[in-house]
């Protein structure tokens, strides 16, 4: 049972079903003795990811992250002490792509975890030339990087918010999903996991709703019949690592997260555990990009079963092609910070069919 701002946070009473955190043995086999990287260490998902990869004994763990705030204090939780100076501590931007090649380069990764994006639904949208600079080019990035080090795995954290997708959020991740699939190659496995809303990540619906009944002001809602899918932070990562398992030629891959759960029940369910009384709600309306409820996979797209009960694949559509010339349009306008364009550009991106070559370029605009 997890307390926070004087609440209770209790996984498996918010969610409703019994939260998965359990490895097999071919995840342990993956980690055991590999030296592991990890983007976007102290986020909430990647620092969860931090911990768990620790626990399965690999020989190195290496943290980086554009905070160093955040790295110190997943840091300081697993190791006890402050020692920013480790090795293992790596302060660097995504974005810069010339320094993570050769970071990458140095520190010889055999399992990358690629956790670092932006993911706030509502200011991307104002904002869409920050979600194409780190959500696709840091990606572009990390996997040009992982393809130059001679890494065996790269697993890219997507969302559900890429099947279908109505926001930027979506469409960056989307693309991006793209980009891992093409960087597989003989040496390289790469895979993409999808999954919906974490509970009680930093910035989370659940952290806002806890400050808001801190402080006794009125629970916003978008929506009265809003409903998403909902996961444990460990529950999330657990899953990651497993479908990390399965990486080979650039498969996404779905986390099954039960059914999905309509904002106002949680709202009713995180009262009702904490023995509040019912607070006000305010209907605040939908904003622009944001689904009334959510989907895993999108109309063209299928499930298969995998080993895993809790994993679904989704088969890579060769057929479909993202343009070299596209990229380099996306990335230029993105640069510039033509917001608008970057808007229209990325929605073309994120749509249009992708080749399947795995030797693509990166325009000279961003070297």
Wanted: net charge negative; aromatic share 6%.
């Amino acid at each position: 049972m997890l307390r926070e701002h004087g609440f209770i946070f209790e996984d498996s009473a918010l969610l409703g079903r019994e939260p998965v955190t359990a490895y097999g043995d071919a995840a342990r086999n993956m980690v055991f003795g590999k030296r592991v990287l990890v983007t976007g260490a102290g986020g909430s998902i990647g620092s969860e990811l931090v911990r768990q990869l620790h626990a399965l004994s690999p020989e190195m763990i290496y943290l980086l992250d554009h905070d160093e705030s955040s790295m110190h204090a997943v840091q300081l939780e697993l190791y006890g002490d402050g020692q920013m100076a480790h090795e293992r501590t790596i302060l660097a931007d995504i974005r810069d792509r010339d320094r993570l090649v050769r970071l990458f380069d140095e520190t010889r990764p055999d399992l990358i975890f690629h956790a670092a994006a932006h993911k706030h639904l509502s200011i991307l949208e104002r904002y869409p030339s920050e979600a194409v600079r780190t959500n696709i080019l840091g990606t572009d990035n990390v996997v040009r990087a992982a393809r130059n080090c001679g890494a065996e795995r790269l697993t890219f954290v997507s969302t559900d918010k890429a099947a279908n997708p109505t926001s930027v959020l979506g469409a960056s991740k989307r693309v991006g999903e793209v980009l891992t699939h093409r960087g597989a190659n003989r040496s390289l496995r790469t895979a993409s996991v999808r999954f919906g809303n974490v509970l009680g990540s930093r910035g989370s619906f659940l952290h806002t709703l806890a400050h808001q009944l801190q402080h006794n002001l009125p629970v916003t809602i978008t929506h009265p019949d809003a409903s998403r899918y909902f996961m444990s932070i460990p529950e999330a990562a657990a899953l990651v690592i497993e479908a990390s398992v399965s990486a080979h030629r650039g498969e996404t891959y779905v986390l099954d997260m039960g059914e999905p759960v309509k904002v106002m029940e949680l709202v009713e369910r995180f009262v009702a555990i904490n023995h509040l009384a019912s607070p006000e709600i305010l209907i605040t309306g939908m904003s622009v990009g944001e689904k009334l409820s959510e989907s895993l996979i999108d109309e063209r797209e299928v499930c298969l079963n995998t080993k895993h009960p809790r994993i679904w694949q989704v088969p890579s559509t060769e057929s479909r092609q993202l343009t070299l010339n596209r990229l380099d349009d996306l990335y230029r306008l993105a640069i510039i910070g033509h917001e608008d364009d970057v808007r229209s550009e990325l929605w073309h991106a994120a749509e249009v069919p992708f080749s399947s070559d795995l030797d693509f370029r990166i325009a000279a605009l961003v070297r």
